[in-house]
């Protein structure tokens, strides 16, 4: 594939090295764009994590209709036992390990299960369709699905850090210095200056970790 980098200031680049690159241009780091967008089209060169995402909102779309089926604004149950039943029944099982593979989706894969939420918002109030997502999103008391990710990530790298060893190495390479995650545990991390999170050596199953 030949693109024009004058145009759209992305050039392909590949390597068969497994160890993460460290690429600067004048001094100044520069990050990879895993889904960019060239002239208007987002490039997907994610074709199994798509399929993966179609799969998942056929299966959401599947428990939705179960929760259609209960969901009355006059006789069914209250909106937060049909938020409960989203939580456990569809998120939980549908969207099983999301925050792993959400950041390598393309834009066009997350919209996808964007929708699939909003869809659930609006058989959890009651809201007819056609609303805005923000406030499907306030009457349901949902987060949108980025920040679900967002909290999951965090959690994950923050358990990472505490284990330390190589599974603290392999969480920083996912979450390098760029990734949102990272950025964001940064930003929480400067308002706590004081705190000192010590990793265990050697890595244990133990999930204790002294916190000073």
């Not at 929708?115 to 918002?121: D, E, P, S």
């Not at 809201?127 to 306030?138: H, K, M, V």
């Not at 930003?187 to 002294?210: D, F, G, Q």
Request: with cysteine.
């Amino acid at each position: 594939m030949d693109i024009n980098v004058g145009n759209t200031k992305y050039t392909p680049f590949g390597t068969s090295d497994p160890n993460p690159l460290s690429l600067k241009l004048r001094g100044i780091p520069v990050g990879p764009e895993k889904a960019p967008k060239l002239l208007g089209i987002t490039f997907q060169n994610y074709r199994g994590m798509s399929t993966h995402v179609v799969q998942t909102r056929q299966r959401m779309n599947f428990r939705l209709l179960q929760l259609a089926a209960i969901s009355s604004t006059t006789w069914g149950p209250t909106r937060d036992v049909l938020r409960a039943f989203y939580l456990i029944l569809v998120q939980a099982q549908t969207l099983y390990g999301f925050e792993v593979w959400y950041w390598d989706a393309a834009p066009t894969s997350r919209k996808l299960l964007d929708a699939g939420q909003n869809k659930a918002c609006r058989t959890i109030a009651g809201i007819p369709y056609g609303c805005r997502s923000a406030d499907a999103l306030r009457e349901a008391r949902l987060l949108p699905l980025e920040m679900t990710a967002m909290i999951r990530s965090l959690k994950y790298l923050m358990r990472c850090q505490t284990r330390g060893g190589s599974l603290k190495e392999s969480a920083e390479q996912v979450y390098h210095e760029t990734h949102p995650v990272r950025e964001f545990y940064e930003r929480i991390m400067k308002n706590y200056p004081t705190l000192v999170i010590e990793p265990r050596e050697p890595t244990s199953t133990n999930t204790n970790a002294a916190v000073r």
